[in-house]
């Protein structure tokens, strides 16, 4: 009757670490195309992509509306000129429903085009321009988020990025939880088999 404990315990592990595996195969990526005006696409500046489906949310105007669809738009916008207290209202003036205001920012004049963070908010300073310099993003991954800058245009370059808080950890999905307790049980199986053949 043990034995057919284990054996059944074995095949649950098993499934687990299928599901696991196959959700993180099935997981897309989360492209977003930012334009001076988003109803013209001759005015699109860059492209923002994150290695998860769903994992951020980009401010499409200024009153503070967020877009998570799957066609996600992104408009420009114009923070001038891009110091620190500047860019702080900013965000703070355009937060998602449900987000505390910020005292301050950290800003990195390094970034390349291939980045991650777990800030709560991003601010993307776009070309040396004094108008549509700017674009915002509120990252939904739960943790870090991988992002890659594709600029389009000649003066869209990356200048800098400025984070603003830290997102709160999520807890892992019950697939993960269901292949983590699978990973134990299989252990544990071995342990029994090695100590029966001793």
Known sequence: MMSNFFKNFRLLAIAGLAL??????????????????VSNSATARFTLTATQDNAFEVLVNLSGVFDSTAALLGTVFTVHPPNEENELNFVNANLQTGSTAFSGGTKDNGVGSIFSTTAEYLLLKIGGGKTYNMAMIHNLSGGQLDLTFTQLTEHSGLSHITAFGNVTA?????????????????????????????
């Open 170 to 198: 999520v807890p892992l999905p019950a697939g993960a939880l269901l292949g983590l307790a699978g990973l134990g049980g299989l252990a544990l199986v071995g342990r029994r088999r090695k100590a029966a053949a001793a």
């Open 20 to 37: 696991v595996a196959a959700a993180s195969a099935s997981q897309a990526s989360t492209i977003a195309t930012f334009y001076n005006d």
